[in-house]
């Protein structure tokens, strides 16, 4: 089975696979290198794949590397089943390249454009040929709502959970309604823009409020996209070494 870990700005998520199945998957707490001792002591874990885009972790990396020797530190320039044509992979977000190769995985032979909405919004291109064409980076909610806060004098801090009308009634709506709403009409633009290119294209939606958007489109939702690519770049990476081997 293989362990994987996705340690991003927010949290951190592990999952255990059987060849292409999720057996497993959870949220990961503070102590994080407990957690994932004990996920691998529950199952035969025979190979791990692990990336970071959060804070450096070098305890968490020597951690996974003890339980499982070998074990793959995705980066942006790790070799994946897709063509790479980002100018600076040295500074692609794994998760963002394992958000296109879980979509491609899923999806082969098909354009694609990958949302990915949470610290950050993403949006990421695969062709049909398997190139990951790159992508935008945007702000994300919290930051968002946070910005109107400490960039101005007067303006609460505001949840992002609660009424979103269309006019908002008081200053609280009218910020919720105003941030959320002004990222619907953003991410409904990415939509349509990538459908009127390419009518056949598939939208994938993903991150933790990816479920917040584009209520109006048919978009694939999957939570575990960043965490199927992850393991998908293992199995690759496992058919090269044997391949070489040979």
Known sequence: MNL??????????????????????????ADIVDNIAMIAAD???????????GKPRPDVAAAILQLVPGALHVTGTTNTPLMCDYLTPETLGADRLAAAVGAACCCPNTELLIIDAGTCITYDYVSAEGHYLGGNISLGLGMRLRALHEQ????????????????????HE?????????????????????WQQHPQARIFVTGGNGYRFAQEAEVDRNDALV???????????????????I
């Not at 101005?152 to 200053?171: C, M, Q, S």
């Not at 965490?227 to 081997?245: D, F, S």
Request: hydrophobic share 45%; glycine share 8%.
């Open 174 to 194: 009218a910020i919720r309604s105003g941030v959320i709403r002004g990222m619907d009409f953003e991410i409904m633009g990415y939509i349509r823009r990538m």
């Open 152 to 171: 101005t004098a007067l303006l609460p801090l505001v949840a992002a959970d609660g009424n979103v009308p269309t006019i908002g009634r008081n200053t």
């Open 227 to 245: 965490e199927i690519g992850l393991n998908c770049i293992l199995q690759y990476q496992n058919r090269w070494l044997h391949a070489t081997n």
């Open 43 to 53: 199952y035969d874990i025979d190979a791990c794949a692990f990336s970071s885009v």
């Open 4 to 29: 994987i870990v996705d340690i991003g700005n927010s949290s951190a998520k592990a999952a255990v696979f059987h060849n292409n199945e999720m057996v497993m998957r959870k949220r990961l707490n």
